[in-house]
Antibody, heavy 118, light 106 residues
């Protein structure tokens, strides 16, 4: 069965960076786009970008260009998102989600809560 | 970006029928999908491509619409359906989500 297992809660300081992971299992990692989505406290869902693990191609929401960097390691079937120059505005839950061939998100990770605080 | 507009909240009694609407600022064809999110959990797929029921989702859930107007229907509503429901379009780039409709049971 398809699973996306994300890394644990992060408490980080302002102006620092954090790298969170999303380990995929139960399917061919290189065959599907992996998307990342943000949910700020009490708010809705916001698309950050995608990576295609098959060739490493990426695309970002303009809003997150320069803030988020997406990478993938085919050998471990793990996608990563690095967030840089963190501020309190970046405090949120971050989800990875697999894009199905029908262009909808059919599997989601459990989410990583990132808290930016001094 | 394509803006998806949902009513913020609804309250219904168990056993009733509820429709949750989603209006797009431009046509999204039938590339509209619905997700359920319970507190502290990730969203889960309910309906894809406007009207297709995801495997394992109860038949009480159904979706309809095309172009700019879409609805998610739950009939009958059960206590376990308390959650926030999001629509999401993938026709236009970037993909966007509605603001969510919080469903509460009376």
């Amino acid at each position: 069965q398809v699973q996306l297992q994300q890394s644990g809660t992060e408490l980080v300081k302002p102006a620092s960076s954090v790298k969170i992971s999303c380990k995929a299992s139960g399917y061919t990692f290189t065959s599907n786009y992996m998307h990342w989505i943000r949910q700020q406290p009490g708010n809705g869902l916001e698309w950050i970008g995608w990576i295609y693990p098959g060739n490493g191609n990426t695309k970002y929401n303009q809003k997150f260009d320069g803030k988020a960097t997406l990478t993938a390691d085919k050998s471990s079937s793990t996608a990563y998102m690095q967030l840089s120059s963190l501020t309190s505005e970046d405090s949120a839950v971050y989800f990875c989600a697999r894009l199905s061939y029908g262009s909808y998100f059919d599997y989601w990770g459990q989410g990583v809560m990132v808290t930016v605080s001094s | 970006d394509t803006v998806l507009t949902q009513s913020p909240a609804l309250a219904v009694s168990p056993g009733e029928r509820v429709t949750i609407s989603c209006r797009a600022s431009e046509s999204v064809s039938t590339l509209m999908h619905w997700y359920q999110q319970k507190p502290g959990q990730q969203p889960t797929l309910l309906i894809y491509l406007a009207s297709n029921l995801e495997s394992g989702v109860p038949a009480r859930f159904s979706g309809s619409g095309s172009g700019t107007d879409f609805t998610l229907t739950i009939d009958p509503v059960e206590a376990d359906d308390t959650a926030t429901y999001y629509c999401q379009q993938s026709w236009n780039d970037p993909p966007t989500f509605g603001g969510g409709t919080k469903l509460e049971l009376k």
